[in-house]
T-cell receptor, first 112, second 113 residues
Framework: QKEVEQNSGPLSVPEGAIASLNCTYSDRVSQSFFWYRQYSGKSPELIMSIYSNGDKEDGRFTAQLNKASQYVSLLIRDSQPSDSATYLCAVGTNFGNEKLTFGTGTRLTIIP | DAGVTQSPTHLIKTRGQHVTLRCSPISGHKSVSWYQQVLGQGPQFIFQYYEKEERGRGNFPDRFSARQFPNYSSELNVNALLLGDSALYLC????????????FGPGTRLTVT
């Protein structure tokens, strides 16, 4: 079982709709959870962090965390063509170091 | 403020050679982590340094080594390069003050021929 699992996609969403990205993790002691956006040929860009159960909203982005189910998701409202990218889920344990374990990423395409 | 910087941007090396990659963290950040990203995969953790001390090491062979300098910049060294070392090498910095958010530099694209 992979430590962090994501559906590789591609996920196609019409412009203006809600894009929903999901991630599950295996290590129950995980404490910190992140979503990164990576455009083709570029480095990952941090877009959301979440540490507690529940929802966290930032503009058009909402991160949701459920530690009991070991599940974290990212919702993108009013999807724009510029949101087309690969979205990486990353998980950290925060035990003495800040190692992040990444999923393989979900490729999202917003259709105009 | 300037973000994380890395050099060089691109590098082509031959099998068996050695390479040194450099990273400068965001001003005020004392922690630097190195990741390797091969095409189609997420970044894989190589090392983390905080205040010049190694805090974590990923599952990479001893050919990989790193260090952090008093100004918090860092170097990643890879000896005896293999074709499989071809990847994007990413440096990330964090302030390690209750926040574990890591910010990536633009990366160094290494090609081993």
């Amino acid at each position: 079982q992979k430590e962090v699992e994501q559906n590789s996609g591609p996920l196609s969403v019409p412009e203006g709709a809600i894009a929903s990205l999901n991630c599950t993790y295996s290590d129950r002691v995980s404490q910190s959870f992140f979503w990164y956006r990576q455009y083709s040929g570029k480095s990952p860009e941090l877009i959301m962090s979440i540490y507690s159960n529940g929802d966290k909203e930032d503009g058009r982005f909402t991160a949701q965390l459920n530690k009991a189910s070991q599940y974290v998701s990212l919702l993108i409202r009013d999807s724009q063509p510029s949101d087309s990218a690969t979205y990486l889920c990353a998980v950290g344990t925060n035990f003495g170091n800040e190692k992040l374990t990444f999923g393989t990423g979900t490729r999202l395409t917003i259709i105009p | 403020d300037a973000g994380v910087t890395q050099s060089p941007t691109h590098l082509i090396k031959t099998r068996g050679q050695h390479v040194t990659l450099r990273c400068s963290p965001i001003s005020g950040h004392k922690s630097v982590s190195w990741y390797q990203q091969v095409l189609g995969q997420g970044p894989q953790f190589i090392f983390q340094y905080y205040e010049k001390e190694e805090r974590g090491r990923g599952n990479f062979p001893d050919r990989f080594s790193a260090r952090q300098f008093p100004n918090y910049s860092s170097e990643l060294n890879v000896n005896a390069l293999l074709l499989g070392d071809s990847a994007l090498y990413l440096c990330a910095s964090s302030n390690s003050r209750g926040s574990y958010e890591q910010y990536f530099g633009p990366g160094t694209r290494l090609t081993v021929t």
